[in-house]
């Protein structure tokens, strides 16, 4: 065994010295040089389905309030109404048609979440008939066994057929 008290150098440590903190050390991770020089992406502006008709309604509006203005400067004749009107037409039909479209589409698209709401408990629904199916199964296998048993041990199996609810034969 060694003696330790015989040591020549001893060394004093003041107790502050002496109690040390564990902090965790993190070296700094190497950024690959891409991630580095990447500039920022510009802000995006999304839109709504909703945000978009009214924008398409704004501007058909608009552009039929500038007609009438312009009919109302230069002066209202029958051939100013007839203009006004073959500008209006193409104008009140792109609105139209244009949400007519839009409504056509989010039909499309609830419908196929609907689809797939429908696909997903159709799909669960086959989960538990075929989980459903291997119980009767078992079940089934266990009650042959048990009968077959008390049919060795020769105890009547008659109310356990009945219990069971087997038809005649089944066993």
Request: proline share 7%.
């Amino acid at each position: 065994m060694t003696d330790f008290t015989s040591t020549s150098t001893t060394r004093a440590m003041p107790l502050s010295d002496q109690t040390e903190t564990l902090e965790p050390f993190e070296e700094p991770q190497p950024q690959p040089p891409a991630a580095q020089s990447a500039p920022k992406p510009a802000l995006r502006f999304t839109t709504t389905p909703g945000q978009r008709t009214a924008l398409v309604v704004l501007v058909g509006i608009a552009s039929l309030a500038v007609a009438f203005i312009v009919m109302l400067l230069v002066g209202v004749s029958s051939e100013s109404i007839n203009a006004l009107a073959v500008f209006v037409t193409p104008v009140a039909s792109m609105v139209a048609a244009y949400y007519g479209i839009t409504l056509s589409i989010q039909q499309v698209r609830s419908e196929r979440a609907e689809k797939e709401k429908a696909m997903a408990r159709a799909d669960a629904a086959d989960a538990a008939s075929r989980e459903t199916e291997i119980w009767a199964a078992q079940m089934e296998s266990g009650l042959r066994v048990a009968v077959a048993q008390l049919t060795t041990a020769r105890i009547p199996t008659d109310s356990v057929t009945k219990a069971a609810g087997t038809p005649d034969g089944f066993f």
